[in-house]
């Protein structure tokens, strides 16, 4: 599959997200788990995202990974423990979308990596993914349809 790379800036964004460190192996298994615990959250406060939940890769590490999943709001609001509420600030990035399983998206990273050495940019937080396509309602990986983020 060929990516195409594009730069964009993103504005400012408020979030609520909750965050955890797990074996890279259980990876899949906690952010099922992750986005049950946070959408219960936001229908037991009433807060309605206003776009596609998100996962943010906070630290990588050989044998663990520190990510939270997020979705973004119109405000900030008021959270408790385990969830958090923060403001993304703005920033610009380079994405690619990578339509397939999520098994199968380390092409897309590498897509990106390669285009941001080739073009000398450097990456300057942590990355993320943005999930346009609900599983739930799409039974179909194949259709899943996944932006990768790189903050430059």
């Not at 408790?80 to 509420?85: C, H, R, V």
């Not at 920033?91 to 979308?97: E, F, I, R």
């Not at 000398?120 to 993320?128: F, N, P």
Request: aromatic share 12%; glycine share 10%.
């Amino acid at each position: 599959m060929t990516y195409t790379i594009e730069v964009e800036q993103q504005p400012r964004q408020p979030y609520v997200a909750v965050r955890t460190t797990v074996r890279m192996a259980d990876i899949g298994q906690h952010m099922g788990l992750l986005f049950g615990q946070l959408f219960g959250w936001l229908e037991a406060n009433s807060v309605t995202p206003i776009g596609p939940p998100w996962a943010r890769y906070l630290g990588v590490g050989p044998e663990e990974v520190e990510f939270e999943v997020g979705v973004p709001v119109a405000a900030l609001v008021e959270a408790s423990s385990p969830i958090i509420a923060g403001i993304r600030p703005a920033t610009t990035v380079a994405k690619t979308l990578y339509v397939g399983p999520y098994d199968g998206m380390e092409a897309a990273y590498t897509a990106v990596t390669e285009w941001l050495g080739e073009n000398g940019k450097v990456v300057t937080g942590a990355m993320w993914e943005v999930y346009e396509t609900d599983p739930e309602r799409e039974p179909d990986p194949a259709k899943w349809r996944t932006w990768v983020h790189f903050p430059i």
